[in-house]
């Protein structure tokens, strides 16, 4: 092919440029750190907590994006309804809106004042999460005690997952359209003829063929919820129990002026996305196989 030496040499340089380089530096400012410390920072009871709200909300929003943007990508691939191509053009709103534009009318919407806090609030919905009081306080020196707080969606870790599923979703949307569109409606009504009946056709004949699709958009929207910082900031608030991992890494930074501390949060939740893409990846890859064989 010509010009491919060239094309190959300039796409490395400038990957290698733009990410790789970027990485290396944190890899390397992190690595300045003694074991010890690392340790210390990386499983402090904060950040540890900022990790598990941080992967199990992007996962449970990934979840439910992948529910939901199935069904969209569903209804705008296969069918036309006046108003199609406004809903369509709405889906990438999350893309081009500013993520702190978004968490500012997320933080209102569902707030005492906001049309679904309201709404909530007159219907008596609060939702209990645990918290933890008494340990490492000044004076104590017993067991902790379990407290469960009652709050709306704002200021609790369903706000968050709010948040990562308003930003997840056209992930999912966009992975699952173009193959929804591309589906051979032949084979389906083959099934259909042969006396499968509509779940079944659909579980045997539609699904194996989305399977790839929703996998990627899954993974998409859960590597976009680990790094999101803006959109959830207003709605989680301030509280030790709503801090996700990019929040704690701007603490940190403003308590350590030589970003040692924060380079090392930042290299953890870079090697545990990076692990999570590739096992999500291989097993893409080893269905997308298995659909292959299948039909062949």
């Known amino acids: 092919m010509p010009g491919f030496g060239l094309s190959l040499g300039y796409s490395v340089a400038y990957l290698s440029l733009i990410v790789l380089l970027p990485l290396a530096a944190l890899a390397a400012r992190a ?21 598990r709200l941080t992967i199990g909300a992007s996962a449970l929003a990934a979840l439910a994006n992948v529910g939901v943007g199935f069904l969209i990508a569903w209804v705008l691939g296969r069918y036309a309804f006046p108003g199609r191509r406004v809903m369509d053009a709405v889906i990438d709103l999350p893309f081009a809106l500013p993520t702190a534009v978004a968490g500012i009318a997320l933080a209102f919407l569902y707030s005492d004042r906001g049309w679904v806090g309201r709404a909530l609030d007159a219907a008596g919905f609060a939702y209990p999460w645990p918290a933890w009081r008494g340990f490492g306080e000044a004076g104590g020196g017993g067991w902790p ?9 704002t200021r609790t870790p369903l706000g968050v997952v709010v948040a990562l599923m308003f930003v997840g979703l056209p992930f999912v949307v966009r992975t699952v359209q173009p193959v929804v569109r591309e ?80 380079t090392a949060v930042a290299v953890v939740l870079l090697a545990t996305s990076f692990v999570l893409l590739l096992a999500i990846n291989a097993f893409q890859r080893r269905v997308a196989g298995r659909g292959g064989s299948a039909v062949a």
């Open 183 to 262: 589906l051979e409606r032949e084979a389906e009504e083959a099934s259909v003829s042969l006396g499968a009946g509509p779940w079944l056709t659909f579980r045997r004949v539609v699904l194996p063929q989305l399977v790839p699709a929703l996998i990627t958009g899954f993974a998409l929207a859960f590597a976009r919820g680990l790094g999101e910082y803006g959109s959830v900031i207003f709605i989680a608030g301030n509280r030790p129990q709503t801090q996700i991992t990019a929040h704690q890494i701007i603490l940190l930074m403003e308590e350590d002026d030589t970003f040692a501390a924060p």
């Open 145 to 153: 005690v379990r407290v469960d707080w009652y709050d709306r969606v």
């Open 31 to 51: 690595g300045t750190l003694g074991w010890d410390e690392f340790r210390r920072i990386v499983l402090s009871e904060q950040v540890l907590g900022a990790y």
